[in-house]
């Protein structure tokens, strides 16, 4: 085999808003971690690595991995030109991105990660530098915007090569084709627990890790993209989820973990509460982390339990209404008697109700604001804390057809205007104010309880 040198990089967040929630480009170290294990050179530029920047002096971070970005503002896109908001470019400069590629030799072929599909001018900003860097190397561009809105990529970002679906089983073949050879990176053959660590070692910063206990979700709720991410549900075995935590606790001090999973509480019995307790039982002395949305339904006084002791400190449910009708209609992931049994579960296990953070989706199509009020309501009636969650509508999930004909944008055409923070597809009769009035009233509703 011979052995090529790949370049992964993460491009920049374009956004009015966007604060480091522990975001990390997870998918980029997992196939740089395919590569390197089948013994190519590889090489990553995390755009939003602080770390990586050490020109600049960091923004205020938080105490467990998470804070602000560097940022810096840059003029609105053509398309959002009306909406007046100060829109930022968050990330390492241009000027440091360009030095860092000016630091590498040549490689075989770029690969470049996407996140929102809203985020896509950082991801052609990302491939117009590296083509000034290296005007005939291929560049890749894979990822969740590339799979989500892969036409739209095509056109708009400059790659030679837009590759939607998980790269560990779309790469290999694109890669033979450019390249010669082969290129083994399905290296688990079905067994989630047959590849190597995604390869953090090379982020500037080991601060917070994110984890994948499994890949995809057993659930098909309208508004979400998971099933066209990641087809099929796939588990890995709790106790080796466990070596990992503590592969990087011991050997790179890491004590704050994310978990990235779509479902992580599912199936329970066989995975999260095997986990916690071998946790427990190594006495790992970690705080752990669910900035996405946990499925309320698997949750047992055992397993809020174990949570409170392994050291779960940001939990977050995904509640998304307290319209019974509307849980029904877009996929029963959850019901309102569930929501009450959890709460009290993990009120019992020791948390304040200000530390159970319960998303509650608002900006659905035909969503009225009385649904989300109703939501703010009996989510802290029931002990906890809500969250809106703006509604960002995605081609392809099965509430599409009905967030086009509710958008107050041209959402199929521009991916820009699916932007949460725009809440495309809010209901006309809502108005700012009344919006703001459902954010204060959320807010208010867990004023009380220590900080979370
Ligand atoms: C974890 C997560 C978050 C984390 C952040 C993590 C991060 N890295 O950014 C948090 C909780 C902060 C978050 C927040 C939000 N999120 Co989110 N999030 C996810 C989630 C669950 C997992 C992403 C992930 O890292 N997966 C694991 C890695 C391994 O997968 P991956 O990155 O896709 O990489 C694989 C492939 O894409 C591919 N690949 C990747 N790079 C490359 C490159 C090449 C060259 C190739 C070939 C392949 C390739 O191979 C990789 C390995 O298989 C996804 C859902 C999902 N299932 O993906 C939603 C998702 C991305 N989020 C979504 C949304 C809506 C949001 C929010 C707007 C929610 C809200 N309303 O508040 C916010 C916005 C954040 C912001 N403004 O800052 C939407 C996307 C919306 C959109 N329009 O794009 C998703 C799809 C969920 C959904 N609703 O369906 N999110
Ligand atoms: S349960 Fe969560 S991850 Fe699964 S389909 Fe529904 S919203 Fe997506």
């Known amino acids: 085999m011979r052995q090529r040198a790949f370049l992964l990089v993460n491009p920049w967040i374009t956004d009015f808003a966007a604060y480091d929630l522990w975001v990390r480009p997870l998918g980029l170290y ?11 050179r590889v090489e990553i ?44 470019r968050y990330g390492m400069t241009p000027e440091r991105f360009r030095e860092r590629l000016a630091s590498l030799a040549r490689p075989d072929a770029v690969l470049v990660g996407s996140m929102m599909t809203y985020w896509y001018p950082g991801v052609a900003d990302a491939i117009r530098g590296i083509r000034g860097a290296w005007p005939g190397a291929p560049v890749i561009l894979g990822g969740i915007y590339a799979t989500l809105c892969a036409d739209h990529a095509r056109f708009a970002t400059g790659a030679d090569l837009v590759l939607p679906g998980e790269g560990e089983r779309v790469l290999p073949r694109a890669l033979t084709d ?24 090379l982020a500037g910063r080991l601060d917070a890790v994110p984890l994948l206990t499994s890949r995809g979700c057993p659930f098909r709720c309208t508004y979400c993209a998971s099933a066209l991410l990641s087809p099929g549900f796939r588990a890995r075995d709790p106790i080796r989820v466990v070596d990992e935590i503590e592969h990087w606790h011991r050997r790179f001090g890491t004590v704050d973990f994310v978990f990235y999973d779509d479902a992580l509480l599912v199936d329970s019995t066989h995975r999260a509460v095997p986990m916690l307790e071998e946790i427990l039982r190594r006495g790992l002395a970690c705080r752990f982390h669910c900035p996405n949305g946990l499925h309320v339904r698997d949750l047992s006084p055992r397993l809020a339990s174990l949570m409170f002791r392994a ?33 009290a579960y993990l009120r019992e296990a020791g948390y304040a109700p200000r530390e159970i953070g319960v998303y509650l989706l608002c900006g659905l199509p035909g969503q009225r604001a009385e649904e989300v009020k109703h939501g703010i309501d009996l989510v802290a009636a029931s002990g906890a804390r809500p969250i809106l969650a703006e509604y960002s509508p995605i081609p392809g999930t099965p509430l599409w057809g009905e ?23 809010l209901e006309r009769g809502i108005s700012t104010a009344d919006f703001q009035a459902l954010k204060n009233r959320a807010r208010a509703a867990c004023a009380d309880g220590p900080p979370c």
Do not use: M
Not at 62 to 70: D, E, L, P, R, S
Not at 178 to 201: E, K, M, N, R, T
Not at 415 to 423: A, I, K, R, V, Y
């Open 30 to 40: 997992i196939l740089a971690s395919r590569l390197r294990e089948a013994g190519h």
């Open 45 to 88: 530029i995390d755009c939003l690595d602080g770390g990586a920047d050490a020109a600049r002096r960091p923004p205020k971070r938080g105490a467990w991995g998470q804070g602000k970005f560097f940022s810096e503002e840059i003029p609105r896109p053509e398309a959002l030109r009306p909406i007046r908001r100060r829109y930022r």
């Open 178 to 201: 450019l390249l010669g050879g082969s290129f083994d990176l399905d290296v688990d053959g079905g067994d989630p627990d047959g590849a190597p660590y995604p390869a953090l070692d």
């Open 311 to 343: 050291g779960f400190r940001t939990i977050r449910f995904g509640f998304e209404t307290a319209s019974a009708a509307r849980q029904e209609a877009t996929g029963g992931k959850v019901t309102t008697e569930e929501l009450r049994r959890a709460a």
């Open 403 to 425: 967030a086009l004909r509710h958008a107050r944008y041209d959402i199929a055409a521009e991916p820009l205007f699916h932007n949460n923070s725009l809440l495309p597809c």
